[in-house]
């Protein structure tokens, strides 16, 4: 009884797992799909529509799983849906709670591959609403998605929480 118990568990767990794998998989397409979307609707519609699309919260650019945001190869965030008080400002020298410049980090992916993974820490939404000491910052494993515009100075970056 006790071996068919643990072989149960190890079959259960072994399923848990593999379901697992499969979403993050799937999360990972997504922000693929949703990056490459973004680049073709700024190609198509233009900049400034683009821009209007992913700061939309409930936009085509926003998932259960992921949104997309935009800045330019200088740095300087163009769109956002979730931070719109940091448009416009030059994002290269933010650091993630281990020191990482992650946002340089995306440009030189972008400027060097034109697409590409980055890792990072940072605060999920729910760690955002955490109050917490000053010094003291949560943040989680954040894995992203960079892709450059073809043929502008724009790159385009989703991610998820892992």
């Known amino acids: 009884m006790r071996k068919v118990t643990v072989m149960v568990l190890v079959v259960m767990a072994s399923v848990v797992l593999a379901v697992s794998v499969m979403a993050q998989s ?14 073709k609707f700024i190609n198509e519609k233009g900049l400034y529509p683009a821009v209007a699309e992913i700061n939309n919260k409930e936009g085509k650019f926003v998932t259960k799983n992921t949104y ?41 992916i972008a400027k060097t591959k034109g697409e590409g993974w980055t890792t990072y820490m940072y605060p999920t939404p729910e760690e ?22 073809p043929g502008k100075d724009l790159v385009v970056i989703a991610g998820y929480f892992e």
């Open 128 to 149: 955002s609403k955490k109050p917490t000491p000053w010094k003291e910052k949560i943040s989680s494993k954040k894995l992203s998605f960079v892709y450059r515009v």
């Open 68 to 108: 997309v945001f935009m800045m330019d190869l200088e740095g300087h965030l163009l769109a956002h849906p979730f931070n719109p008080q940091f448009i416009g400002r030059d994002i290269t020298g933010v650091k993630d709670t281990n020191g990482k410049l992650f946002n340089q980090e995306s440009i030189t």
């Open 26 to 39: 799937a999360i990972k397409d997504e922000c693929v799909a949703l990056c490459k979307d973004a680049a």
